[in-house]
């Protein structure tokens, strides 16, 4: 509280030529301040998501990380009175915005039909990541062309390449195989290849408007056309994705089991992996934890994980919102 009391002296001692101030981000005020701890999402859901990450903390010394979390987690479940709980986690924390807006997207974990054999239906193959091997690993389009064929790397088939393409993209998802079983397709790595939006390159080709550029409009032209043309636009996004077969929750990049509508992906040049966070846009106003990174997700960017099922599908392809990220950092 002593940081809006110095504010509001500023304001009258200057007036509004201070207010530049407010929108200062950094360790040397912790402007801005949180405009709430209202939490949209269960509290249950937020404990899950901590005992995910509490192991990463402990592995990497990071007590005062863990210790800060459980007591997030007693303010929201002691009071439901917004300024208590501001004020309280206000004690625990300094909070530091991530600029002044950012872009929230959403993803899920898609389900495909698949097989552990190839068949006439299913001809579309998940790779397993090559061993290390001299030089850079083959391009998207060198794959789609048969670069990795015949290695063994091989751990499943699909029958939709556009389905499979939405796969690589979400970066995990589950596949149904035909005698009803289900088995998680997990990140396993990818090429290290530079990352092209598919959206962008049929933007740029003329094939869908920017406001239709949808994941349901993105796969509707992209199924609308014929093999070859599709490889080779496909084929300007060099970045490609490999697989692992596995039971379990999906994890993110850290590791860490992620957590339905708990868990974001963020870039770690600008928020350190396994912070605690507080998003608030017209669509969501609740505490997050970074858990996961994705190659589209740059700068002040947050990507919310929404679980898997057709709704988190739908609702991930619509989620497109300007708001705000308020990073929590421990006071010491």
Known sequence: ??????????????????????????????????????DDLDAASLAEAIANTAPLWERRGQEEQRNAAVAL????????????????VEQVFDTHRVARHVLLTAYYEPELPARLSPDARFQHPLYARPPQIAGALPTRG??????????????????DPVSLLFLQIQGSGRLRLDDGRVVGAHF???????YTSVGRVL????????SAASADGIRRVLASLP???RRA??????????????????????????????SIAADPRVIPPGSLAYLATPGYRRFVVVQDTGAAIKGARADLFLGA??????????????????????RS
């Open 233 to 262: 636009l496909l084929a300007r996004n060099e970045r490609y994705v490999f697989f692992a077969l596995g039971e379990g929750a999906v994890r993110g990049s850290l590791g860490v089991p992620l957590t339905a509508g708990r």
């Open 203 to 210: 933007i740029d080709e003329g094939l869908i408007e920017p």
């Open 1 to 38: 509280m002593r940081r809006r009391a110095l504010v509001a002296a500023l304001v009258l001692l200057f007036g509004s030529g201070c207010a530049l101030l407010r929108d200062v981000t950094g360790p040397l005020f912790g402007w801005p301040w949180m405009p709430s701890a209202t």
């Open 142 to 159: 060198e794959i789609d062309a048969g670069a990795l064929a015949g290695r063994g790397l091989e751990i499943a088939w699909t029958d």
């Open 309 to 330: 099922g057709s709704e988190a599908e739908r609702t991930a392809g619509r989620t497109k919102e300007r708001g705000r990220l308020y990073v929590l950092t421990p």
């Open 73 to 88: 987690l007693a303010i929201l479940q002691s009071t439901d009175d917004p300024g208590e709980r501001l004020a309280a």
């Open 188 to 194: 396993a790595g990818t090429n290290d290849r530079p």
């Open 227 to 229: 093999e070859d043309r």
